[in-house]
């Protein structure tokens, strides 16, 4: 399956966490920022990026507690690509969306100053 086609199931199969986090970044709502979601970087999709800031935003669910080491790395080659990841549990998203918000606007200025 090529990039794109893998890209747009992904957008198509999102979390209750995904659904959250995307009406908090849609339609510029953060500053301005404009996010995109299931953005092909390297070999990886990020979950959220804002590729003006160089922010990805990525979302954990309970598998990534024993995946440390994928997500370690995964990280790592997106930073050597040159962005900043953030990452948040499903249940921070789902559970208290203003801090998850207040970390990405904080993030995304201190990527514009």
């Known amino acids: 399956m090529d990039k794109i086609a893998n890209a747009r199931r992904l957008r198509q199969e999102k979390t209750d966490a995904e659904r959250k986090l995307w009406s908090i970044v849609r339609g510029r709502k953060l500053d301005g920022w404009k996010f995109r979601r299931q953005v092909p970087i390297d070999r990886y999709f990020a979950d959220f990026a804002c590729m003006e800031a160089r922010l990805v935003v990525e979302l954990d669910g309970g ?5 440390v080491e994928y997500d370690e790395a995964r990280t790592k080659v997106l930073e050597t690509c040159g962005f900043t990841v953030l990452r948040f549990w499903n ?16 993030a995304l200025n201190s990527a514009r100053a």
């Open 63 to 67: 598998q990534h507690s024993e995946q």
């Open 91 to 106: 249940s921070q998203v789902l559970l208290e969306p203003d801090g998850v918000a207040w970390s990405i606007v904080h």
